[in-house]
T-cell receptor
Framework: AQRVTQPEKLLSVFKGAPVELKCNYS??????LFWYVQYSRQRLQLLLRHISRESIKGFTADLNKGETSFHLKKPFAQEEDSAMYYCALSRTDKLIFGTGTRLQVFP | ETGVTQSPTHLIKTRGQQVTLRCSSQSGHNTVSWYQQALGQGPQFIFQ???????GRGNFPPRFSGLQFPNYSSELNVNALELDDSALYLC???????????FGPGTRLTVL
């Protein structure tokens, strides 16, 4: 069965520290993977997708098929990065989400 | 460009009642997907509509039904409400064949 696992409910770091939000998936086939972010009182929005291999707001994510992972990384966290982050897998245009990780960045 | 809108913002119903939630898709998008997000959980796929027909369904009972209209807006209907239906209901629009979905702000449904 297709599944997305985000093992951490909460990740707290200080401003300037590196951040890694973990995401593991199970999927038979070539996955399309995404990171969505939800800032306080805002709607869920796409942060990045693995296929575009771009860096958004300093975040990057590399698909590791051997480890079935798609971890989200940022070398220096900013206070404005505080939000809920959801990893998602696309299957026939439907998204399968993980349970999310709340990132708190302290000043 | 108009984003995805949903109405109402909040709704309170009692067990056994029926509810209709509405969604207007982003301009130019022809596909609408609905998700249920329970407290502390990620969004779960309910179903998707394309060209006014259901185009995929998640693991939800038949009392969850939907419609899509010629202008691509959509409704989610839930009959015989249960306490566990209390959740945030998200609508997302996209172009058919694209895996990038744009989400609305959601409707928070509380079932008492």
């Amino acid at each position: 069965a297709q599944r997305v696992t985000q093992p951490e409910k909460l990740l707290s770091v200080f401003k300037g520290a590196p951040v890694e939000l973990k995401c593991n998936y199970s999927y038979s086939g070539s996955p399309e993977l995404f990171w969505y972010v939800q800032y306080s009182r805002q709607r869920l929005q796409l942060l990045l997708r693995h296929i575009s291999r771009e860096s958004i707001k300093g975040f990057t994510a590399d698909l590791n098929k051997g480890e079935t992972s798609f971890h989200l990384k940022k070398p220096f966290a900013q206070e404005e990065d505080s939000a809920m982050y959801y990893c998602a897998l696309s299957r026939t245009d439907k998204l399968i989400f993980g349970t999310g990780t709340r990132l708190q960045v302290f000043p | 460009e108009t984003g995805v809108t949903q109405s109402p913002t909040h709704l309170i119903k009692t067990r056994g009642q029926q509810v209709t939630l509405r969604c207007s898709s982003q301009s130019g998008h022809n596909t609408v997907s609905w998700y249920q997000q329970a407290l502390g959980q990620g969004p779960q796929f309910i179903f998707q509509y394309y060209r006014e027909e259901e185009n995929g369904r998640g693991n939800f009972p038949p009392r969850f039904s939907g419609l899509q209209f010629p202008n691509y807006s959509s409704e989610l209907n839930v009959n015989a409400l249960e306490l566990d239906d209390s959740a945030l209901y998200l609508c997302a629009s996209s172009l058919q064949g694209s895996d990038t979905q744009y989400f609305g702000p959601g409707t928070r449904l509380t079932v008492l």
